[in-house]
């Protein structure tokens, strides 16, 4: 048996079957979801899935017709979803310690520009099979200003312009980054906290701060659930997910961090420098 839990506790849930299959998907609609480079999805009988907590917090988005989202609406994770009949579990691997090795690659012609695969496992242009599924579409984007980086949450209520370079991206693989966005790691570039102008929806970000932490805060919107930029005004920084990112930033992750807290089920196969906790 495997248990996830979202950032905050109110939900938590349990697999006991074991899944027919897992999938990293590079999907836009994830990508925005997440606020990462890709979602993790074990696909579980329903039979095998028990909810352990009320469902009090849990919120459901329709991006579009026959599909949705469910996240927590307290702490912004992404958590478990039902295909339609129900019969089926869609379950966020990234809030799961353990869990089973991954299949493939899916919807990699969506895949972020920032994001390099360097594994061996298979990969797929959209979906694996003959079976439809609905994607989100990659958001079109005219009249780029120049020195400027774009990004949006999944509905497109929060829109924001990134006017500095960035100063660091780090892939975070800490038990805290994984559940807040229920990915496999999260990837966070960093700018002055003056170098994010929200254009519309700041007043729709939800802010959770984990009580037990000194500074872990994930920023969402309250309609879609997806990761947004925070502002640190304290510290003087900003804290941007990735995969909330319209345009190509032109740069990739410097290197991975808390690797001593990495799920075990996923590798790390590429070339960046690793560190146990923070770099030296």
Not at 25 to 30: D, G, L, R
Request: proline share 7%.
């Amino acid at each position: 048996m495997s248990e996830g839990t979202c950032l905050c506790g109110s939900i938590r849930w349990s697999v006991t079957a074991q899944p027919t299959g897992s999938s990293h998907c590079h999907c836009s609609m994830c990508r925005k979801a997440h606020g990462a480079a890709f979602g993790t999805y074990n696909t579980v009988d329903a039979a095998g899935f028990e909810w352990l907590t009320d469902l009090d917090t849990l919120k459901i988005y329709e991006p579009a017709p026959d599909a949705e989202r469910a996240f927590c609406s307290r702490c912004g994770s992404v958590v478990p979803d039902f295909s339609e009949d129900g019969e089926t579990a869609y379950v966020p691997a990234g809030s799961h310690n353990e869990g089973p090795a991954v299949d493939i690659h899916i919807f990699v012609a969506s895949k972020a520009p920032w994001f390099d695969i360097t594994d061996d496992l298979p990969q797929y242009a959209e979906f694996s099979s003959d079976e439809q599924l609905q994607v989100h579409p990659d958001k079109p984007l005219t009249d780029k200003p120049e020195g400027v980086i774009r990004g949006s949450c999944l509905c497109n209520a929060v829109q924001f312009e990134i006017t500095e370079p960035f100063k660091f991206i780090h892939n975070c693989h800490c038990s805290r980054c994984r559940r807040a966005r229920s990915a496999a790691f999260t990837t966070n570039g960093f700018t002055s906290s003056d170098g994010v102008k929200f254009v519309s929806g700041e007043s729709n970000i939800k802010i959770y701060k984990l009580p037990e932490a000194k500074f872990f805060t994930h920023a969402f919107c309250q309609t879609c659930g997806s990761g947004v930029p925070r502002l640190d005004a304290d510290r003087g920084i900003a804290v941007i997910p990735l995969g909330s990112l319209d345009d190509d930033p032109g740069v990739k992750p410097d290197d991975h961090i808390f690797v001593g807290s990495k799920a075990g089920w996923y590798d790390i196969t590429d070339d960046l420098p690793q560190f146990e906790k923070y770099p030296e």
